[in-house]
């Protein structure tokens, strides 16, 4: 079975710029996570997708960044303008809708904001 | 409230020594505990998890220990081995939902 794709593995963009990452969870899962990892710390949840609708944004700084996942299968998050302290890596995660507590991460991408 | 706090930040343990990892909650609400385990540019993947009715689970080398009333629970690593070298994370999920608050990782080193 694939596991979650996520692309590209490493950006580096100034402030300011837009950036955008993409994620293909596992076949099947309805349920998709954004997470962002800022070094030496653990994920914090940005935000959370059940099929195509939100579930959870609480964490997202909305006036920079958005996410969609527009028919239920990959998502798209997207930061703009970004800002030094969202170098971080950004990770996504999906689990089955019967099986949420079992949450498979992608590899990540790392974002650097010179 | 929402903390989960992780100690050691780092941990150097000789083959076949054991490991262990810490961490403690203040919420009440937390439903269930995994833990999970990252190597070098990979995403975390879930190793072990633990509810709150259960005191002690064991699966292989891997056990968790849960104290509900001291609000802590651990992790322990038995005959470690060098391929256990990684960041390990601590997590709770909040009841009724899937969100998990993470603990900010012990990076774990076994010296063969």
């Known amino acids: 079975e694939a596991g979650v794709a996520q692309s590209p593995r490493y950006k580096i963009i100034e402030k300011r710029q837009s950036v955008a990452f993409w994620c293909n969870p596992i076949?099947?899962?309805?349920?998709l996570y954004w997470y962002q990892q800022i070094l030496g710390q653990g994920p914090k949840l940005l935000i959370q997708?059940?099929?195509?609708?939100?579930?959870?944004d609480s964490q997202l700084p909305k006036d920079r960044f958005s996410a969609e996942r527009l028919k239920g299968v990959d998502s798209t998050l997207k930061i703009q303008p970004a800002k030094l302290e969202d170098s971080a890596v950004y990770l996504c995660?999906?689990?089955?809708?019967?099986?949420?507590?079992?949450?498979?991460f992608g590899p990540g991408t790392r974002l650097l904001v010179l | 409230q929402q903390q989960v706090k992780q100690s050691p930040q780092s941990l150097i343990v000789q083959k076949g020594g054991i490991s262990i990892i810490n961490c403690a909650y203040e919420?009440?609400?937390?439903?269930?505990f995994p833990w999970y385990q990252q190597f070098p540019g990979k995403g975390p993947a879930l190793l072990i998890a633990?509810?709150?009715?259960?005191s002690e689970k064991k699966e292989g080398r891997f056990t968790i220990s849960f104290n509900k009333s001291a609000k802590q629970f651990s992790l322990h690593i038995m005959d470690s081995q060098p391929g256990d070298s990684a960041t390990y994370f601590c997590?709770?999920?909040?009841?009724?939902?899937?969100?998990?608050?993470f603990g900010k990782g012990m990076k774990l080193t076994v010296n063969p």
């Open positions: 997708f059940q099929n195509n609708g939100v579930v959870d």
């Open positions: 633990i509810r709150p009715d259960v």
């Open positions: 076949s099947g899962h309805a349920t």
């Open positions: 997590a709770a999920r909040m009841g009724g939902s899937e969100k998990l608050v």
């Open positions: 995660a999906s689990s089955l809708e019967w099986d949420r507590e079992t949450q498979y």
């Open positions: 919420n009440t609400a937390f439903d269930y």
